[in-house]
């Protein structure tokens, strides 16, 4: 059963995602930043760090994806959805959402067909990721709560 959250914990859960978006976003900027300026607008300003528009940009799509975790990922508005189904709605939203941002920001050139190729790739390897993590968090619960359980029946 999954405790009552406040607005902090959705603040904290925002900025989470935020935060670790910024620091790929930045070790990428070190990698490729001078490299990419003139193609991207995620790095305009280079390796020498992040826009204020990147950082907004960043901002939203977390908030994209804290929204669409809390409605898709948890209990609180969706009850009887089969997990899979769950997972699929929350990672096409995610790719949507981004195939929004890049067009909208110019995050790289649309016209390119090798950038859509390794955005695909990227998203897919990312996805892949974190599922592969949710996986373990889960088995570690599920064996806590039965080791829960078996203690109790003692």
Not at 43 to 50: K, Q, T
Not at 101 to 119: C, E, K, M, N, R
Not at 124 to 151: G, H, P, W, Y
Request: net charge neutral; hydrophobic share 55%; aromatic share 12%.
């Amino acid at each position: 059963m999954e405790e009552k959250k406040t607005i902090f914990d959705y603040i904290r859960q925002l900025f989470s995602i935020f935060g670790i978006i910024v620091i790929l976003h930045v070790g990428l900027d070190l990698l490729v930043g001078d490299k990419a300026c003139e193609v991207s607008t995620l790095f305009s300003l280079g390796s020498a760090g992040l826009s204020n528009h990147t950082l907004i940009q960043l901002f939203f799509l977390a908030l994209i994806c804290t929204l669409a975790q809390n409605i898709f990922l948890t209990d609180t508005l969706i009850k009887n959805m089969p997990l899979p189904v769950r997972n699929i709605l929350f990672f096409a939203t995610m790719l949507i959402s981004s195939i929004i941002f890049i067009i909208l920001f110019g995050w790289f050139p649309v016209g390119q067909f090798i950038t859509w190729i390794a955005f695909i790739l990227c998203f897919c390897l990312c996805t892949v990721f974190s599922v592969v993590i949710s996986r373990f968090e889960e088995r570690s619960e599920d064996r806590k709560m039965q080791e829960a359980l078996n203690k109790l029946k003692k």
